[in-house]
C-alpha cells in the first residue's frame, strides 16, 4: 500500500470535527463519519503517514514477531508514560506511533464482548442494544462490522474462519474468526486496517473527501474555554503552541494518551478532584508453546469460547515446524476486571503535555482468575499430551509479573532452540497485550452518546471507552463502537 494520505489540510487552523489519533478507532470513526457525509473532519496523528503496510505484508513471520515482540528494533514504537508498578506497563508496552496505528499489527482476531460482560450496571443499556440487537433501523453493530470484515478478508458469507471444529485435548475447538486475508505470492497475510477503505484500484491510499489528515503533528492538549472543548493545542514546530479550533473533538489516541488528554483537559475545566482516571485493564494472558515431534492438530488458529466461570477463553495455534512436526501455542485470555486503583495518572506542570504515570495491579478476583486460568493450562495439556505421543510433563508457572516468563517466549528465536515435546510456560505482563482499556468508560466518565460528562464538545474512542473488557479481543467492539459515535456526531446534537 502506498500514497500520501496527507493531500490537505495541512496548515488548518479550524475544524468541524478534530479526531486525535489516526489508528484502528480513530481512521475508523472519521472514515464513518465521511460516509454519513460530515465534511471538515481533520485527523491529527503524531506519527508518519509513509508506511501503510501491515507488518505481516511488509516483513517474513519471524522479523514481524521481532517487531512485536522485540520493539527496539520498530522504528515506531513509543512509550510516553512511565510505569508505577514496573514490570507491568513496560517492555513492549507502548505505541506503534504511525498513521494506521495498531491496525497495521494486530492479527485481525474478531470476537463479540460475552453477555456476561456486556451487562448492566456496567455496560449501558443503549449501547449493548446497538451492539448486540439492532442500530438505527438495521442490524447490529456486531453483524454489521463481522460481515464487513469477512468479506474485506475474502471468507465465504457466514463462515468466520474456516471450515472444521477439532476435537483436542479434550476441548471443542472452533475456528478462530480473524479479519485477515493472504497476500497473493507468498506465505504473507495482512489483518484489516481502516486504511483498506482509503485505498483505490491502483493500490493508492488517499482520505475519501470530507477528510484531511496531518502527520508528524503531537497533540498537546485540549483547549478548553467557557466549560467545553473548542479544539487542541499542538506544537508550531518553533518551540510554541498553536491551537486548532473545532466544534468536536475526538480522543482516540490509544488508551493511556487519550486519558492523559482527557485528565488534563478535566482538570483544567476542574471537573476532576484529583488528576487521575482509574478503571484501567488489560487482558491477562498465560499460555505455553510446545514443538510437537508429528501427529499434532492440523495448523491454524481455532478457540474454545469463553468459560463465564473463569472469564476467560481458550485458543490454540497450530504452525507448522519441519516434516510432521508442528509448534502448538496455547494460551488463555481473561478479564483484569475494572479497578479505581488501576489508573492512568499525571503530574500537573506548566507546560503540556503532563507527565503520566500508570499504575496496575491484581485484584482479589483477577488472582482467582490467575489460578483458574493456570489449572485450565494444565487439565488440558494432560489430556492433548498423550494424543501426540508426549509424555505430558507438568506446567510450570513462576509468579505473576515474573519478566523472565512474559509472553515474549513465542519469539521463534527462542521457540526453535526448545527441546521437542517440552512446554515452556509464560505470563504476560499487564499492559503488555496491546488491550488495554476502561479508563474512559461508557455510561460514567462518558456519556452512553461518547461525550465527556463533565466536558460538552469532547468525545472518545478505543478500548478506553469500555466500561469492563470481558475476554474477547476488543477490536471488533472498537471498531463497532467507532461506527456509533460517528452515526451520533452524524445525526447532531439530540
Ligand atoms: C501485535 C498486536 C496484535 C493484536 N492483535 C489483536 C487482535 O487479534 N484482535 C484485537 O481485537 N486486537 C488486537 N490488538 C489490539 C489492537 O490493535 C488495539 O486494541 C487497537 O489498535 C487500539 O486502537 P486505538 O485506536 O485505541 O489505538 P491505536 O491503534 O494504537 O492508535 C492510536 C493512534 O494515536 C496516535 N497518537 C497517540 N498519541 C497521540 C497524540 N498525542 N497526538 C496525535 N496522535 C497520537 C498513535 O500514533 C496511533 O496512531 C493487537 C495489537 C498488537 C500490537
Known amino acids: ?47 508518519p503517514g509513509e508506511d501503510l503496510d501491515h507488518i505481516h505484508r511488509a516483513y517474513s513471520r519471524e522479523r514481524a514477531s521481532e517487531m512485536v515482540f522485540a520493539p527496539e528494533g520498530d522504528p515506531y514504537f513509543h512509550r510516553p508514560w512511565s510505569s508505577r508498578t514496573r514490570p507491568h506497563y513496560t517492555g513492549i508496552s507502548g505505541l506503534r506511533r504511525r498513521l494506521g496505528g495498531r491496525s497495521l499489527y494486530w492479527h485481525g482476531v474478531i470476537l463479540p464482548l460475552e453477555d456476561w460482560a456486556l451487562r448492566e450496571p456496567w455496560w449501558p443499556a443503549a449501547v ?36 472444521g471444529t477439532r476435537r483436542f485435548g479434550g476441548r471443542s475447538f472452533l475456528p478462530l474468526p480473524r479479519a485477515c486475508r493472504a497476500v497473493p505470492g507468498g506465505d504473507r497475510w495482512e489483518a484489516y486496517t481502516p486504511l483498506e477503505r482509503w485505498r483505490d484500484g491502483d493500490g493508492r491510499v488517499a482520505p475519501p473527501p470530507g477528510i484531511g489528515v496531518r502527520c508528524g503533528t503531537d497533540v498537546l492538549a485540549v483547549e478548553v474555554r467557557g466549560g467545553r472543548a473548542r479544539g487542541v493545542v499542538i506544537g508550531d514546530g518553533a518551540g510554541g503552541t498553536r491551537t486548532i479550533a473545532a466544534d468536536t473533538v475526538v480522543l482516540c489516541a490509544g488508551t493511556v494518551e487519550s486519558t492523559r488528554l482527557a485528565v488534563q483537559a478535566l482538570t483544567v475545566a476542574g471537573v476532576l478532584r484529583e488528576p487521575r482516571l482509574g478503571g484501567l485493564a488489560d487482558h491477562i494472558v498465560q499460555g505455553f508453546v510446545v514443538r510437537l515431534p508429528s501427529g499434532g492438530p492440523p495448523p491454524g488458529s481455532f478457540y474454545v469460547p469463553t468459560s463465564p466461570a473463569t472469564r476467560s477463553y481458550l485458543r490454540m495455534d497450530v504452525t507448522p515446524d519441519g516434516p510432521g512436526a508442528c509448534l502448538l501455542d496455547v494460551r488463555i485470555t481473561g478479564e483484569q476486571l475494572p479497578d479505581e486503583r488501576s489508573a492512568v495518572e499525571c503530574r500537573p506542570s506548566a507546560a503540556f503535555p503532563w507527565p503520566t504515570r500508570v499504575r496496575t495491579g491484581l485484584g482479589t478476583e483477577d488472582r482467582q ?9 494444565r487439565d488440558f495439556w494432560r489430556a492433548a499430551a498423550p494424543e501426540v505421543g508426549v509424555r505430558a510433563r507438568p506446567l510450570e508457572f513462576t509468579a505473576f509479573g515474573d519478566a523472565d516468563r512474559d509472553n515474549t517466549r513465542v519469539l521463534p528465536g527462542r521457540t526453535r532452540r526448545q527441546p521437542v515435546g517440552r512446554p515452556e510456560t509464560w505470563t504476560s505482563l499487564l499492559g503488555t497485550e496491546d488491550h488495554e482499556g476502561g479508563s474512559l468508560p461508557l455510561g460514567r466518565v462518558l456519556t452512553p452518546r461518547h461525550e465527556f460528562a463533565g466536558l460538552p464538545g469532547l468525545y472518545a474512542a478505543g478500548p478506553a471507552v469500555f466500561p469492563r473488557l470481558g475476554a474477547a479481543n476488543p477490536s471488533l467492539t472498537t471498531i463497532a463502537l467507532s461506527r456509533r459515535l460517528a452515526a451520533i456526531l452524524a445525526a447532531g446534537p439530540r
Do not use: F
Open 369 to 377: 482468575l490467575v489460578a483458574a486460568q493456570r489449572q485450565v493450562l
Open 1 to 47: 500500500m502506498s500514497g500520501n494520505p496527507e493531500a490537505k489540510h495541512g496548515s488548518a487552523r479550524r475544524a468541524r470535527v478534530v479526531v486525535v489519533g489516526g489508528g484502528l478507532a480513530g481512521l475508523e470513526c472519521a472514515t464513518a463519519l465521511a460516509g454519513h457525509g460530515v465534511d471538515d473532519i481533520l485527523v491529527l496523528e503524531a506519527g
Open 128 to 163: 449493548v442494544t446497538d451492539l448486540t440487537t439492532g442500530h438505527r433501523g438495521g442490524p447490529s453493530l456486531y453483524e454489521q462490522v463481522t460481515a464487513d470484515l469477512l468479506e474485506w478478508s475474502g471468507a465465504p458469507a457466514g463462515d468466520a474462519a474456516g471450515p
